[in-house]
């Protein structure tokens, strides 16, 4: 007779669950590449940026971030920049063709506009929640 294991299932279940929960981070309204995970300290959610020229891709959109979140941003631009997070009091300098991440923590609730210096572009805005 076989008996029950319920390690296995438990386990099948939590990997099914995580690959869930990675597809719903993955989504949103800006058809970004994003992404969401949690940790003792909040949620952390992944946003990648590329800037061509003057084009920022994803376009720019609204980046929902609850009190206590962090948003870590990605950016990689095709020329030497600034990089400035109002509401963050966060800047990072910009190597062409190097990716560089701003971790951002929500603290005000707000909405505060990510951009570059030269060209002045909008990456993005953090509603903060």
Partial sequence: MRSFRPIPYAVTALVLAGSLTGVAGCASDSGSTGSSVSSATGTVKRLEVT????????????????????????????????????????????KAGVPTTLRLTAKEPGRYEVETHEPALTLLTVAVR
């Avoid at 609850?66 to 963050?88: K, Q, Y």
């Fill in 51 to 94: 800037i061509t020229g003057t084009t920022v891709t994803p376009a720019p959109a609204q980046v929902e971030l609850p009190v206590g979140s962090t948003l870590e941003l990605v950016v990689t631009s095709d020329h030497d920049d600034e990089l400035h997070a109002h509401g963050f009091d966060q800047e990072a300098t910009l």
